[in-house]
């Protein structure tokens, strides 16, 4: 999108390719309740890490972000910039976080107990359908992170490769994507393909979804020319 003057992270855009995928993967935005039964949840909401200084210590917190799959990306970028540089009283979910991180042990005991058996206590304080961890900033280039929802990703660093097309071997931009999923709620099988489609909509099928925003920001710097 830099032709209409608009910077979009790779993350970004996995966040909105990922959570358009979940329209067709219900199985992947499942969880158990307290009574022992699979629930899907109606609304999709992007979790991912942030790393955010507590003083001079570095520390790991959970944004989110409701409705990836209609939001423009473009916005989805705003929102990511803001859990990075923003302040953390000014974002509600770093806010609170930071809050139950001070809290004595034994009550944050209890809060994670609620969380497990109240769905509701869930959807509250951590309602993501889909979770996003990278560490390609650091040079990593593939990442297996822990199973915090039932689909999880972790992102490798994005680099130059050698790869064939069309009988040639050519350098393109490439990124690992792992998928650590919860076997409980769903199979191997179902799981790949829903891994298929996050590649297809990454390697191009996402560009019929930014048309229209693409379309909409050419104008807006036409008028402001």
């Given at each position: 999108m830099k032709g209409v003057g608009q910077r979009v992270t790779v993350?970004?855009?996995?966040?909105k390719a990922i959570a358009i995928a979940q329209r067709d993967h219900p199985d992947t935005r499942t969880g158990w309740t307290p009574g022992g039964r699979l629930a899907t949840f109606r609304d999709i909401v992007a979790?991912?890490?942030?790393?955010?200084?507590?003083g001079s210590q570095p520390a790991v917190f959970f944004g989110a972000i409701e409705n990836p799959d209609t939001k423009p990306v473009s916005q989805i970028a705003e929102e990511l910039k803001g859990y990075a540089e923003a302040d953390m009283k000014d974002m509600e979910h770093l806010d609170v976080q930071n809050r139950f991180n001070n809290?004595?042990?034994?009550?944050?005991?209890?809060?994670l107990w609620a969380g497990r058996e109240y769905p509701w206590v869930r959807l509250r304080y951590m309602g993501a359908t889909f979770g996003l961890s990278t560490l390609g900033k650091f040079g990593v280039k593939c990442l297996v992170p822990p199973c915090v929802t039932t689909?999880?990703?972790?992102?490798?660093?994005?680099?130059?490769r050698a790869v064939v097309k069309n009988g040639q071997i050519v350098i393109r931009k490439m990124v690992t994507l792992a998928l650590n999923f919860d076997h409980r709620c769903i199979d191997g099988a179902p799981a790949a393909r829903f891994m298929q489609d996050v590649r297809r909509l990454m390697e191009?099928?996402?560009?019929?979804?930014?048309?229209?925003?693409?379309?909409?920001?050419?104008?807006?710097?036409?008028?402001?020319?």
């Open positions: 993350t970004a855009l996995l966040l979790g991912f890490t942030v790393e955010r200084f507590i809290m004595p042990w034994l009550f944050r005991k209890f809060i689909s999880t990703f972790g992102v490798g660093e994005v680099e130059e191009g099928g996402l560009e019929s979804y930014l048309q229209p925003e693409i379309a909409l920001l050419a104008e807006k710097k036409l008028e402001l020319a």
